[in-house]
């Protein structure tokens, strides 16, 4: 039986996408469906479409930039990049996400 | 929140380039599918297995699009521009309905918006250049014993701005010169006002400066003007060094010392002023003599600015103080005196009051008309749900909710009001002058009494806009939300659903339209009938063979002695003339703007209330003045030629004021004491109308001119010839004796006392036009029920014929549907007037508001026009085809 496929959890496909443009660079929609597969070795699930109404929520939001570019292949693609603003809400949302997650660790361990 | 900002602003910019993104969405996703592929087919698969792993991978391409859509626009924004959309492209789809839709509610909304200018620009708002208009009150003398609004005498006026001290008091008092400019020579308008006048408006001055505090006092002493902008303009030629330079007023030079700005035309709602001077002017142009230091005259109306912060109330309490300090202080001329703050709307002495009924009652004519357009509006819209069924059906069976189609449905309605709002918009400002057309400007007085276009006017009628949309789109709106999928469905296309129910809902909509036009219908019936009574009705004095003119000699200059020989041998040569039987001067003449005098009285024998002053209001007339205008005396005997100022004093009363005074004995031989004179009674006159036919009657007496002289009188002369011929006769002595005179324009009394009635004449043809558009909106609409019954009852009607109904029982039977209708309304109507016309009790004359002939005239033509109406859908009905009809 074949290691069961993690939803993405609600709420962290944001801290995803801004984490994957973080140690990437500009990069298109495939590449983050991609790379967020392999580095989480195929076990998260990500209906992969559920990408673009979030990432149209960061831009929106002033925390991500996106231009057309031409991909390594010569195919044209919406290339996304992390701006200024982005980059501080990464930190924020990565530091509030350990806070969380070492609370939680606590508390399946005492218990 | 700087985080929802943005994402706003994002959404509302996506919203103007939706195409623009749609399209690079497309693309996006497409390079994405397109590298998945890529990808697959690089790991082994078969193309086919490549794309469809891809796609599983991907989720719901259309749906991921639908998601994204949503979060990148603004949804509601969208729907209903697309409702927007749909609205407009259904209109022009059928022009037909949408025209006459339009057209309908354009004229109800257009009524309303150009009644709703006009209030605002004559009642509520009328001195758009003022700052602060809203904190001005107009003042109001009050006087124990009687309702009427009196002026305030200088003194009072001096000591009230001097003891209040949360108001701005302006005074403010309307006169006519003669403007000579060159060798032009025109009557103006002008304004006493105080010397704060032009600061406490909040007026500057494009040129030069207003006026000084000191240029309010010292009799004669100041002679300086400021002039009106138009003056400035159009007398002056735009003269850049005006100021400082002189024109003559009444005979004296002013120096010009100020130019209003463009737009101020004073502070006298009606007419529009030309030049302003400082109260110390007063007696120069005021003909009954010096008053600034008589307590007793009061001649200054004006107003009171409220200071910031400060209520009416407040401000009245505090001047109210003021006033009884006052009456305490000087009995002899404040005994029983008040002051009231009134709103601008309700200013008593310039034209608002007279228009003030004649307004309200138009503002609910209107409504009325709007109320008749939204009916027909109605009725066409439910007719064009009737053919819209199959497509609301569709709309419903396809999953659209109920509040969704309400929700279209009154966007439909909405487009169409908003173009009749435009519209309406186009015709109040078309109307916006249209009310000075009523009242013809004495001798070349500008008038100024025009709708003000504001936004508040503007905020009017689009609550119009959404009230009628709501008005005539909720009957349609239930009547489709009410249908019934399952039983829609069932039935053919084109037959009809809920048929009754909707014809039942129609009939309603033509009772109402036709009881409301017969409201208005009687309405306009009785203001024809008061205006015609008023026309032939007699004011107690004669009307058709007097002429009447004026002569100002206190403008050209003349003291007193040459006033009197100059009127002595006018009298003498225009008797001789042809026709004229008699001629006379009276100060005041009867029905016109100008105040007679008042005088306080003291009678023998009658004991005044506590704090009453008892005030009556007389004439100064030569002694041929009675015989001249017919107006006949019930005991005693005419002045005399020989009641000059060396001779005793005498006067004439009315019957009123004998009933009041004298308690109805005869009072000739006795006494009656004016200002402190003693007077001997030598007649008692039959009253008659002094200021307009509805007063009621009033106590009122007359002493003869030669005893009370005024420089400014009018000429009354009786005759059997034509104004024409008098008025060159006229114009020729006058010259022979003076060649720089020249009379004004020589009128009967009838004319005069016509120009009067601008109020009445005013409301009767609105009423008219309005009524008028009211008898053919129900025509129009009842026309369409009955041709839709027809068209509707054809297989039914074609059946009858089979049956052997022969032409003129189908005829029968489709007028007296129609009939059975009006005669619902008109019942309806008949009740409704009978409690609605009670408001035109104000403004009518002689003529009751439950007057038969209105209602009988109103009934006529109402059953005319429907009769009208119905006979051509009847006259249809035998015609259709029997075979046709059944078959179909």
Not at chain 2, 139 to 165: E, I, K, M, Y
Not at chain 2, 807 to 816: F, G, I, N, T
Request: charge should be positive; proline fraction near 4%.
């Amino acid at each position: 039986m074949p290691p069961s496929r993690a939803e993405v959890l609600q709420g962290t496909l944001d801290l995803l996408v801004l984490k994957t443009l973080d140690s990437m660079g500009p990069v298109h929609g495939f590449g983050i469906a991609q790379r967020i597969e392999q580095v989480s070795e195929e076990l998260l699930q990500l209906n992969q479409g559920t990408l673009y109404p979030a990432l149209l929520r960061l831009e929106q939001r002033g925390w991500i930039a996106s231009k057309w570019g031409v991909s390594e292949n010569n195919r044209k693609a919406k290339y996304y990049s992390l701006t200024r603003a982005g980059r501080k809400q990464l930190r924020e949302e990565v530091e509030s996400w350990e806070r969380m997650s070492a609370m939680i660790n606590r508390l399946l361990k005492t218990s | 929140m700087r985080d929802l900002c943005l994402v706003f602003i994002h959404r509302l910019v996506a919203l103007f380039h939706r195409r623009h993104l749609d399209d690079d969405l497309d693309a996006e996703l497409r390079s994405h599918l397109e590298m998945a592929v890529e990808l697959n087919l690089r790991r082994g698969m078969t193309a086919e297995d490549a794309r469809r792993e891809a796609l599983r991978r991907f989720g719901g391409v259309d749906r991921i699009k639908e998601i994204y859509r949503s979060q990148r626009g603004l949804p509601v924004i969208e729907t209903t521009l697309r409702d927007l959309r749909f609205g407009c492209r259904l209109l022009r789809r059928s022009p037909g309905f949408s025209l006459s839709a339009i057209l309908c509610l354009t004229l109800g909304i257009g009524a309303n918006i150009a009644v709703f200018s006009w209030i605002e620009g004559i009642l509520f708002r009328p001195f758009p250049a003022v700052v602060h208009q809203e904190r001005l009150l107009a003042l109001s003398g009050t006087a124990r014993g009687t309702q009427d609004s009196t002026d305030l005498s200088w003194p009072d006026f001096v000591d009230f701005q001097r003891a209040c001290t949360q108001i701005d008091l302006i005074e403010d008092k309307i006169m006519g010169t003669t403007l000579s400019i060159g060798d032009r020579a025109e009557r103006a308008s002008g304004s006493i006002v105080s010397p704060n006048y032009f600061a406490a408006l909040g007026i500057h001055p494009v040129l030069g400066r207003g006026f000084t505090a000191d240029e309010g006092t010292g009799r004669n002493a100041h002679p300086v003007t400021v002039i009106s902008y138009w003056t400035w303009q159009e007398r002056f030629n735009g003269d850049p060094g005006i100021i400082g330079k002189t024109q003559v007023l009444n005979g004296l030079p002013y120096t010009i010392i100020g130019v209003a700005p463009q737009g101020f035309y004073g502070t006298f709602v009606g007419y529009a002023m030309q030049f302003w001077v400082p109260t110390s002017m007063q007696e120069r142009f005021d003909a009954g003599g010096y008053k600034l230091e008589d307590r007793g005259a009061r001649w200054i109306e004006g107003f009171a600015k409220l200071k910031p912060g400060v209520t009416r109330e407040q401000a009245q309490e505090e001047i109210s103080a003021v006033a009884k300090r006052l009456a305490a202080a000087y009995p002899a001329t404040n005994r029983g005196r008040g002051i009231r703050l009134l709103p601008l709307w309700q200013t008593p002495f310039n034209k608002a009051s007279e228009l003030l009924p004649t307004l309200g009652i138009t503002l609910a004519m209107a409504s009325l008309v709007l109320l008749i357009a939204c009916a027909n509006v109605s009725n066409l819209m439910l007719v064009r749900s009737l053919a819209r069924q199959r497509e609301m059906t569709i709309r419903l069976a396809v999953g659209c909710g109920r509040g969704q189609l309400l929700k279209q449905l009154f966007t439909e309605g909405l487009v169409l009001s908003m173009f009749a709002a435009a519209g309406g918009l186009a015709v109040a400002y078309g109307c916006r002058n249209v009310l000075a057309m009523f009242f013809p400007a004495p001798n070349g007085v500008a008038l100024n009494l025009r709708g003000e276009l504001d936004w508040r006017v503007l905020a009017f009628g689009a609550g119009v806009c959404l009230v009628s949309t709501l008005l005539f789109g909720l009957i349609p709106a239930l009547q489709t939300a009410k249908v019934d999928l399952a039983a829609a469905l069932k039935f053919e296309s084109g037959s009809v659903v809920g048929g009754r129910g909707r014809s039942r809902v129609r009939s309603l909509l033509i009772l109402l339209q036709v009881s409301l036009g017969f409201v208005l219908l009687v309405g306009a019936g009785l203001l024809i009938r008061s205006v015609q009574e008023m026309r032939t009705a007699s004011p107690g004095f004669a009307t058709e063979d007097v002429l009447t003119t004026g002569l100002d000699l206190f403008s050209a200059g003349y003291d007193a002695q040459h006033a009197k020989n100059f009127q002595d041998e006018l009298s003498e040569r225009v008797r001789a003339l042809p026709g004229v039987k008699s001629i006379a001067f009276a100060r005041v003449r009867p029905f016109s703007y100008l105040p007679y005098s008042t005088a306080s009285i003291l009678v023998d024998g009658y004991q005044a209330a506590p704090d009453e002053q008892p005030a009556v209001e007389y004439n100064e007339v030569d002694p041929a003045y009675f015989a001249t205008l017919g107006i006949p005396l019930v005991s005693g005997h005419d002045f005399a030629t020989t009641d000059t100022e060396a001779a005793p004093l005498v006067a004439v009363v009315n019957e009123t004021m004998v009933e009041k005074y004298w308690h109805g004995e005869d009072p000739v031989g006795k006494r009656l004491q004016v200002n402190g004179r003693w007077m001997q009674v030598i007649a008692v006159a039959r009253n008659s109308m002094y200021w307009t036919f509805l007063e009621t009657p009033k106590p009122f007496f007359y002493v003869p001119l030669r005893q009370n002289f005024s420089l400014r009188a009018v000429l009354h002369i009786r005759t059997s010839a034509a104004p024409e011929t008098i008025a060159a006769a006229l114009a020729g002595e006058i010259h022979a004796l003076d060649g720089s005179l020249a009379p004004q324009e020589v009128i009967t009394m009838r004319e005069h006392i016509e120009r009067s009635t601008s109020a009445q004449r005013i409301a009767m043809t609105v009423l008219s036009l309005f009524s008028g558009l009211a008898l053919v909106l129900a025509v129009v609409g009842l026309y369409g029920v009955m041709s839709y019954m027809v068209s509707q009852r054809r297989r039914e009607l074609g059946l009858r014929m089979a049956l052997g109904a022969s032409a003129s029982d189908l005829l029968r039977l489709v007028m007296s549907h129609g009939l059975a209708l009006t005669a619902g309304g008109v019942v309806l109507g008949v009740a409704a007037a009978l409690g609605l016309t009670r408001l035109l009790g104000y403004i009518l004359y002689k003529v009751s508001p439950r007057d038969p002939l209105a209602f009988a005239s109103a009934f006529v033509v109402m059953t005319i026009a429907s009769l009208a109406a119905c006979f051509l859908p009847a006259w249809r009905a035998p015609r259709i085809d029997p075979v046709r009809a059944l078959r179909d």
